[in-house]
């Protein structure tokens, strides 16, 4: 799935497809890591984020929440 290239979506679909997106990634954070209560606290967070990033159609806001939940990952 392809965050770049949305031009054509509209909000709505557009902040829907980051939201899964970031619950796709989170899903697979915390079976890497076991720090469940933890990560998920700052994965939900930075999901809220990067929907209000998305609907208000701020490319740079989204790619720096979503470097933000990579960062969250490796700690």
Sequence with gaps: MKLTDDRNMSTKKRGLRVRVVCKLVLRKLLVKTKKFGELWRVGSLLLRDI?????ANEAGGRRAALKLLQHAARE
Excluded: V
Excluded at 51 to 55: H, I, L, Q, V
């Design 51 to 55: 929907a209000d990033a998305a609907e």
